[in-house]
């Protein structure tokens, strides 16, 4: 017999791996597949045994052949990707996780996660813990204070070198050749910006995050709007924070408002922020929009409920966690590449901001 079934199997594969076939889907019938690749009925039978043995389709009698709903396996196991977040469960991440369960229960697969407090020493932990195992077969990671040098580059080199694939979500590390999934973070504070001078302000302050890549790039597109209206971007009215001190913004009150005293408007890093100073600026008596316009990022929980609903920047956080899980998969186990995406950013406009006309 020819090696005609082969191709059989190769296209149904390539068909599944780029989800034209899904788990549970019918099979084209095998008088459909014989005419496509001009083989007999016998070559054909061949080929979906084949796909039947390795776990790939399953046979109904008297309905047809149907892309498997047991766990994908890969060298004789279930396949095992690992998600390592700093958090899973506030702000935006459970909308991340549930894209990746999403994507990943369709394509029967085993999702682990692993959480490392955004602190490196956790971080180097779990790594060496992954490598030490050798039992996932990807890495879905969001970088840990990815704005600042870290140990740990050469942990993510080791995972590549033993087979490893890692794709990196939300950031990543600029020392590392490796794809990552996120938002426009440079887009997103462009966004911002521009829609608090469009609204007529131009003394805008800013609020950002000192030690992760993310806070640099939204700083980036802050300044890139102001500028491009030629307006000073002045470093008095910008305030960076690392990531324990936005857990106390309360205490550092006085300090963050007397740096924005001379301004209409504010950029914040994320809604976490925004909602923080929405409530500092309240316990001042001051009111928002009018005392202060605030724009957040993320448009996450704490935009749409703060007290004064927060105009924000969409982050797409659930399609960012289908899109990393998708093309794990076909990395995982068709051999794809990955590629970087950075999704692109709207704004979702609510009563944080006010128009003016004319500024005193």
Known sequence: MSKKYEEIILWVQKQIDSGVLRYKDKLPPEKDLMEKFNVSRQTVRRALKTLGDEGVVESRRGSGTYVCEKKRVRSGREVRIAAMLTCADTYIFPSILKGMEEIFSEAGCVLQISVTDNAVEKERMILREFLRNRSIDG???????????????????????????????????????????????????????????????????????????????????????????DIKVKGSNIIWMDSEEIHEMEGEGSRILKRLEDCTACVCYNDEIAYRLVSLL???????????????????????????????????????????????????????????????????????????????
């Open 282 to 360: 309240r316990n001042e008596g001051k009111r928002i929009p009018d005392d202060l316009s605030i724009v957040g990022i993320d448009n996450s929980s704490l935009a749409r409920f703060c007290m004064v609903p927060l105009t924000s920047v969409n982050n797409p956080a659930e399609e960012l966690g289908r899109t990393a899980a998708e093309q794990m998969i076909r990395c995982v186990t068709g051999g794809e590449p990955m590629e970087t995406i950075e999704l692109k950013p709207e704004l979702v406009i609510r009563q944080s901001v006010r128009v003016v006309s004319e500024l005193s």
């Open 139 to 229: 890495l879905i990671a969001e970088t840990v204070r990815s704005g600042l040098p870290n140990p740990n580059l050469e942990l993510y080199r080791e995972m590549e070198k033993a087979g490893i694939p890692v794709l990196f979500i939300n950031s990543f590390y600029r020392e590392l050749d490796c794809p990552h999934v996120s938002m426009d973070d440079s887009r997103a504070g462009y966004l911002a910006a521009r829609h608090l001078l469009e609204c007529g302000h131009t003394r805008i302050g800013g609020i950002f995050k000192a030690d992760d890549g993310q806070g640099h790039l939204r700083y980036a597109g802050y300044t890139r709007a102001l500028m491009e209206r």
